[in-house]
Nanobody, 125 residues
Framework: QVQLAESEGGSVQAGGSLTLSCAAS????????MGWLRQIPGKDPEQVALIYIYGGGTTQYADSVKDRFTVSQDNAENTIHLQMNNLLPEDTDMYYCAADLFAYDCSFGRTFGYWGQGTQVTVSS
């Protein structure tokens, strides 16, 4: 059984930076797709950034965060990070870490079976 725990988010002014971390306990298999997601009112969570754990480290980003956010993996710690730069007020949201074990690939539109509890990111103008 895999459990995910996000680090504390934070509150910053527009243009600032934050780093989120997600520590996974339990066995993380080859081909696990992990991601960071945030809420969209009235819709399913937006998949912000994905990383294919032990699947070549392939990453994907939503257009809204491309060139501003970077997702990375700490192999030794079973941890992923989300480096968020040049934050905008519209980035304000609850961010969730999620995992899809034994994933065939790591692409947008997928369903994740494991979720963290979420962490709040607030960006003021």
């Amino acid at each position: 059984q895999v459990q995910l725990a996000e680090s504390e988010g934070g509150s910053v002014q527009a243009g600032g930076s934050l780093t989120l971390s997600c520590a996974a306990s339990g066995y993380i298999s080859r081909g696990t797709c992990m991601g960071w997601l945030r809420q969209i009112p009235g819709k399913d969570p937006e998949q912000v950034a994905l990383i294919y754990i032990y699947g070549g480290g392939t990453t994907q980003y939503a257009d809204s965060v491309k060139d501003r956010f970077t997702v990375s993996q700490d192999n030794a710690e079973n941890t992923i990070h989300l480096q968020m730069n040049n934050l905008l007020p519209e980035d304000t949201d609850m961010y969730y870490c999620a995992a899809d074990l034994f994933a065939y690939d790591c692409s947008f539109g997928r369903t994740f079976g494991y979720w963290g509890q979420g962490t709040q990111v607030t960006v003021s103008s």
